[in-house]
């Protein structure tokens, strides 16, 4: 009879902890789908692509269906939304940045209406090329 209670007992603990480890999973996967962090990750391969093409060609790409497709990546070209990212040049800070203009395609708004900008350096502080998985640079935008 004891026997049993623990059988029951250590069984209901796992379905506990499995359940639990359910709903972790759960709230990471939508946690990670949300628009906010799938434009992002798709912004950092568009900036690798980017330097990549830089690289290889010296020339700046204007638009992302210039930029080579890189290896073992979905290689996206547009935001979660399917707007095209767009590339913009900032020539007073010599960086160039990586857009996304939110849910609505327009410039401006808020939520997941508002931009998404990632800027970057062709070159790090000692002339070497930059790092595709570097940071974003932090200046603010020039007009």
Known sequence: MRRHWILRHKLNQLLALLGAGLAMGGAYYYHINQPEFLVSDRMWE?????????????????????????????????????????????????RYCVVSLGADGAPGGEGDNRDFRGCFL??????????????????????
Do not use: C, M
């Open 46 to 94: 568009v900036k690798a692509r980017f330097l990549r093409h830089y690289a290889v060609s010296r020339e700046i790409a204007t638009s992302v269906h210039q930029l080579p497709e890189l290896k073992n990546r979905e290689n996206h070209n547009k935001d979660p939304w399917g707007f095209p990212f767009q590339l913009e040049e900032d020539q007073l800070n010599r």
């Open 122 to 143: 062709l070159h790090e502080s000692d002339g070497s090329p930059a790092n595709p998985f570097g940071g974003w640079d932090r200046k603010k935008k020039s007009n």
